[in-house]
């Protein structure tokens, strides 16, 4: 059964940072594209930050330069830390891991305060 479980998700003012974590069981996290998507209230989810099974990230323009994603082989767990964080990246964070299947998280609230 695969699981991907996202944690560290919490409430920070703008100018501060959280590191998301998402860790994988049932796949080798390695071997997948993983992808941390968000979605705030009313909106579409977007794909924030890609890091491909081949290690090369790509990240979406608002968060570029601030948000860095990462993986530990060892840990089997993907990682997005995110700093000088702003209001408008309040959303919920998703992980995912894609191959010839996709699998998604629960996701994880990060609120930024004013």
């Known amino acids: 059964q695969v699981q991907l479980v996202e944690s560290g998700g919490g409430l920070v003012q703008a100018g501060g940072s959280l590191r998301l974590s998402c860790a994988a069981s049932?796949?080798?996290?390695?071997?997948?594209?993983m992808e941390w998507y968000c979605q705030a209230p009313g909106e579409q989810r977007e794909l924030v930050a890609t890091?491909?099974?081949?290690?090369?990230?790509n990240y979406a323009d608002s968060v570029k330069c601030r948000f860095t994603i990462s993986r530990d082989n060892a840990k089997n767990t993907v990682y997005l830390q995110m700093n000088s964080l702003k209001p408008e990246d309040t959303a919920v964070y998703y992980c995912?891991?894609?191959?010839?299947?996709?699998?998604w998280g629960q996701g994880t609230q990060v609120t930024v305060s004013s």
């Open positions: 049932g796949i080798i996290a390695s071997e997948y594209n």
């Open positions: 995912r891991a894609k191959r010839w299947y996709v699998y």
């Open positions: 890091i491909t099974s081949g290690g090369t990230t």
